[in-house]
């Protein structure tokens, strides 16, 4: 049989594991952090509605430019965001390779601060770019002297600063941001994946883009707005930027299908954004709860909580799926992450992890049935 090494892959590709976070139907699925609140009925019968109409146009190909989305992400940011400085892909996994491709590749080099979202890594080395990690500082913060000082050590063409902080939850202040931007010679992304789910009055990065052009933020209809399965992500930045990643993507990358549903549920925002407030409240009952357990939930502005304290990681992840409940080990040592769900999800997540408490008589037989 043929393995991948008896392959003429390139040699920077060798011994790689691809992304893997497990996907398994269970009852409570808790482990990538989706919106788990289905689509609104309405809303979904309107997105076929367009989706249909575009069906019957397939014989051509889609506006590569696709115009009308970009005017819409516009309005829906805000900001006095013009369309010239919105783009889109196939969810903002690939909106960031976009980045990658443009800005980096080989002889170039990318910068995050561990622990961060597992992908960076990966389109970093998929697109030939060498990924360099800094630390954080206490409790997953990221101060600006800390951040300054991985970007002065590394010199990168391209930073990555997400915000909140996947897997800790860590919100990101303006104050590195803007410090990280000024230090930093090449372009810095800060990836708002998880921005809605920020407390009310976070400012967002949006607000810091006139006058830096190399500063880019990036979003996703994934999480907050219930469109995982979709893969719509976007970007807002200088329209140079834009003009940038013009260069790398795909012709019609954008098909016809995605951008009548990503339009579709635009048009319907404060309908699909609706639970978003909820989610808020199962990630606040999480973080007290844990707490109130023993555990020790990190500060979190996304819909999941990263919780230390537990002994043994991969024994509790066993445990719960057992139970039928799906968390994520991220493989921080003593730690596991959460995704805030339906209140019923949430109740079953808790009510489970009670039985793992630290030094609870249930959490030893439990750890010991594990
Ligand atoms: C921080 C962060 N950025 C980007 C993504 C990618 O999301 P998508 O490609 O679905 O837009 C994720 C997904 O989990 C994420 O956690």
């Not at 933020?217 to 469109?227: C, G, L, N, P, W």
Request: hydrophobic share 45%.
């Amino acid at each position: 049989m043929t393995t991948l090494d008896d392959l003429p892959i390139r040699d920077d590709l060798r011994g790689r594991s691809p992304y893997g976070a497990p996907q398994k139907a269970v009852p409570v699925a808790l482990n990538v952090n989706e919106n788990t609140h289905p689509i609104p009925e309405a809303v979904a019968h309107d997105i076929v509605a367009r989706v249909a109409a575009a069906i019957l146009q397939l014989n051509r190909y889609p506006d590569r430019e696709f115009s009308e989305l970009r005017a819409a992400f516009a309005r829906y940011l805000g900001h006095g965001l013009a369309a010239d400085q919105i783009w889109a892909a196939n969810g903002s996994n690939e909106v960031l390779q976009h980045v990658l491709q443009a800005f980096g590749g080989p002889g170039r080099t990318a910068l995050g601060f561990a622990p961060t979202y597992s992908m960076y890594g990966l389109l970093s080395t998929g697109t030939g770019t060498a990924w360099v990690v800094g630390g954080r500082d206490d409790e997953f913060e990221l101060t600006p002297e800390t951040a300054v000082a991985a970007v002065r050590e590394h010199d990168p063409d391209i930073v990555l600063l997400c915000s909140p902080n996947n897997p800790t939850g860590t919100p990101l202040s303006h104050e590195t941001i803007t410090a990280v931007v000024e230090a930093a010679r090449g372009i810095v992304v800060v990836d708002e994946a998880y921005h809605e789910f920020a407390d009310a009055g976070t400012p967002s990065a949006l607000e810091l883009l006139d006058g830096r052009p190399r500063l880019i933020v990036s979003r996703t209809m994934s999480k907050a707005f219930a469109f995982a399965g979709a893969r719509v992500g976007y970007l807002a930045a200088d329209p140079a930027v834009v003009d940038a990643l013009r260069l790398v993507r795909l012709p019609y990358h954008l098909s016809a299908l995605t951008q009548a549903a990503a339009l579709a549920a635009l048009a319907h925002s404060d309908e699909m954004l609706a639970m978003v407030d909820d989610i808020r409240g199962q990630r606040e009952r999480i973080s007290e709860e844990l707490a109130r357990l023993g555990f020790h939930p990190y500060r979190s502005g996304a819909n999941f909580v990263l919780f230390g304290g537990v002994d043994d990681p991969a024994a509790v992840f066993t445990g719960l799926l057992e139970r039928g409940i799906l968390i994520r080990d991220v493989g921080l040592p003593g730690c596991l992450r959460v995704t805030a769900g339906t209140e019923a999800e949430t109740t079953a997540f808790l009510e489970a992890i009670a039985g793992f408490a630290p030094g609870s008589a249930s959490g030893a037989a439990n750890r010991m049935d594990a």
